[in-house]
């Protein structure tokens, strides 16, 4: 900690100090323009088709067996049954 500073202005300057990038970074971005998406027309399913017991062994087998906590079913127990 600095000498002689007090905590509340070693937070201030902290504050001062990010205030200032954000400052910093919203000027040079402000000359950019504005960024809109282009609208993508995407297909509807309306109609499923069935798949058999074998066809959904070949698509699960070729899962790579990777998964993350968040993974209500991890892709490795998918793959034992």
Excluded: W
């Amino acid at each position: 900690m600095p000498d002689g500073e007090s905590d509340t202005a070693i937070a201030e300057n902290f504050a001062d100090h990010f205030l200032d990038k954000i400052n910093k970074i919203r000027d040079a971005l402000a000359s950019f323009e504005i960024y809109t998406s282009d609208h993508k027309e995407v297909t509807c399913f309306g109609m499923f088709e069935e798949l058999t017991q074998d066809e959904v062994k070949t698509i699960n087998n070729h899962l790579q067996t990777k998964s993350c906590e968040l993974y209500a079913l991890p892709t490795r127990v998918l793959k034992s049954f």
